[in-house]
Structures are given as structure tokens and as C-alpha cells.
């Protein structure tokens, strides 16, 4: 199987005017730049602009870090601030799972991973419990027991910490980790770190949502893929979706349903995450 294109990313946000389009694609034209994919949104409520520009690598006469030295003229010229980055597909994509004890979204994780379905390193998982150790280093792949004892969370959050930095990840997702993560690590992870929330945020926060769900008798379950922050469940979101229910499903039939959909949403948001997809802006996302 052939090698994919190498490709850079640019995501782009920055104050709405007229001529923006024109100075990012004039730049581009300007060294060669072949642009094969190219998203565009204005959002009127906040009176902002967003891009995602691809450009195949070979057509520019510089590197990853190039681009990215010249492309800050543009950025600062029009007032991006930091709302840009360029990624470059040729650097393979790292992620850090966190898990507790339930494996569903780890064992969808592990299979697409495996099967190439998702193209990403997941270099280590790191449980609270030793439950999903060997199915982890089956696919070889490390696995990291660090115990939450009462009155020891801040150390074994430290022992985490250290754990997911050494490898630097592009992505550190949460897959059913039952700990809150401290305020100082949703700032230090901001923008990497990923959680999904087995519920249709914003209703039913907290523990126990599918016995909230039931008791409400609602007739959709879902899922939310959400940004990490010290607002508890209320980071930005990336990707959500439902499954019907019906007046006949137990709370065991919701969790069942409600589990496939986690699995498949958290699936999404992490690949829309890693292919430079999802711009955050305030509490809000666009995902091109």
C-alpha cells in the first residue's frame, strides 16, 4: 500500500473582513503552494472568521517549519493572535488513553487502531484500575496502574501527569476515566485533553444518567465527545449523537445502546481531533 500524500494543515481563525480569503490563498500562490482541500465559515453571533487549508508539501519550496514562519506574517496581518497552527500529516499523531474500568471504548479504540481504521499512536494507557492491563498489552501497547486512594489523588495525578507528558501526546483521551482531572491539568492539557460523556450533554450531568434518563422516560440516549475543562462536563464540544429508546428498555437495554454510541462518537471526535478538524473559539467549535 502506497504511502499518503504528505500534506499540511493550516487552521486559520481571526477577526471577519473582506480580502481574507484572498490573502491566504495569494500567499499560498505565491510559493507554489497546491491547495487540494480548502473549508470556510463566518459566524455571524461572534463576527469571526475560520479556515482549514490543505496543502500538499511538495508543492512548497520549505518545511512544516518554514511555512509556519512565513504563514505568521499573514496571521499577525490579520489579527489571528495564536487562533492558527499548521500541522504536517508526516508527523505520525501520538494519543494517551486514561481509562477506569469499563472497555468499550478502549476495545473500539484498540480495533480501529489495529485495523488502520485510525490513523494514530496510542503510545500508553494509563488505569485507575488494573481491569483492561491485558487486553492493553495484547496490542502491545504499556499499560500504567496508578491507584487513586482516598486522600492521595493529587499524588497519583502528579504520577499521571508525568506518565502522559513524557510521551508528548497530540491527543490525551479520557475513555470512561471516572476521576475529574484537576484544574492545573485541564489548563496544561487544554485543547488535547478529550473526554466522552456517556449522556446527551447538557442533560443528565454527573453519576448515574442513564437511571436519570430512565426515570425522565426520555426516548433519546446519547453521547457527548467533549474538550476537557475545569468546568465539569462543559468543555467545548466537538461530537454528539443519539439512539432511540422506548418505553420497554430497562436501564441495562439504555447503557447497552448508549455504550455503541459513546463508542462510535468518542471514535469521531478524537479522528476529527487529530486531522486538524475542530477550531475552538470561546466555549463554542467548528469542525470542517
Known amino acids: 500500500m502506497t504511502a499518503p500524500e504528505r500534506r499540511y494543515v493550516i487552521t486559520f481563525g481571526c477577526p471577519d473582513r473582506t480580502g481574507i480569503i484572498a490573502r491566504i490563498s495569494g500567499f499560498l500562490a505565491e510559493h507554489g503552494g497546491w491547495i487540494v482541500e480548502a473549508a470556510y465559515h463566518t459566524d455571524p453571533d461572534t463576527g469571526w472568521f475560520f479556515t482549514r487549508q490543505v496543502v500538499r508539501a511538495d508543492s512548497l519550496p520549505f518545511d512544516a517549519a518554514g511555512l509556519r514562519a512565513r504563514f505568521g506574517e499573514v496571521a499577525a496581518d490579520l489579527s489571528a493572535e495564536s487562533s492558527w497552527q499548521v500541522s504536517d500529516t508526516g508527523e505520525r499523531r501520538r494519543a494517551v488513553v486514561l481509562v477506569s474500568k469499563a472497555g468499550h471504548c478502549l476495545y473500539d479504540l484498540l480495533g480501529r487502531v489495529a485495523s488502520g481504521e485510525l490513523d494514530v499512536d496510542i503510545a500508553a494507557v494509563i488505569g485507575n484500575h488494573e481491569s483492561l492491563a491485558d487486553i492493553t498489552r495484547a496490542h502491545g501497547i504499556p499499560f500504567h496502574h496508578v491507584p487513586f486512594p482516598a486522600g492521595g489523588k493529587e499524588a497519583a495525578f502528579e504520577q499521571v501527569r508525568k506518565l502522559v ?27 488535547r485533553a478529550i473526554n466522552i460523556h456517556h449522556s446527551f450533554l447538557p442533560s443528565f450531568i454527573g453519576a448515574k444518567p442513564y437511571h436519570q434518563a430512565h426515570t425522565r422516560g426520555v426516548k433519546l440516549v446519547g453521547a457527548t465527545c467533549h474538550y476537557v475543562t475545569a468546568d465539569l462536563d ?8 443519539v439512539i432511540r429508546v422506548g418505553h420497554g428498555d430497562s436501564v441495562e437495554d439504555m447503557v447497552r445502546k448508549g455504550r455503541d454510541i459513546e463508542k462510535v462518537t468518542l471514535a469521531r471526535g478524537l479522528r476529527w481531533h487529530l486531522e486538524n478538524r475542530v477550531l475552538v473559539h470561546g466555549n463554542r467549535t467548528v469542525v470542517f
Open 165 to 191: 507528558d513524557e510521551h508528548d501526546p497530540h491527543a490525551v483521551v479520557l475513555a470512561r476515566f471516572m476521576q475529574i482531572l484537576p484544574a492545573d491539568l485541564c489548563r496544561d492539557w487544554a485543547g
Open 234 to 241: 462543559a468543555g467545548p464540544i466537538i461530537e454528539q449523537d
